[in-house]
């Protein structure tokens, strides 16, 4: 049969195929803490003042993890997707530096 044949009654076809549903599992994106890292320099209202510009917090909860961050030597900030983790922290650090502080905030794999 040609494929004129074929145009001519589009009952026949030359190919057969099965339609078949594949099914992806998607998996979720690792998470990443975000932690303070106590230093003897730093200011505790610039450590707040950071947790809630960058973090969210609100006051009572930055103070605590401060504190946290004062007295057990780090302190969490949150826990975010790689991508959302490393610019938190960027942004943590360069503001950190450009007030001459020597906070530091680092990533680290749940």
Known sequence: MSDKENV????????SGVA??????TKKPSMYKVLLLNDDYT????VVHVLKRFFN?????AEKITM???NQGVGLCGIYTYEVAETKTTHVMDLSRRSQHPL?????KE
């Open 8 to 15: 001519d009654n589009p009952d026949e076809s030359t190919e």
């Open 20 to 25: 078949t549903k594949s099914h992806t599992k």
């Open 43 to 46: 200011p505790m209202d610039f």
């Open 57 to 61: 917090k609100d006051q009572v909860e």
């Open 68 to 70: 946290n961050v004062h």
């Open 104 to 108: 530091q905030c680092k990533v680290e």
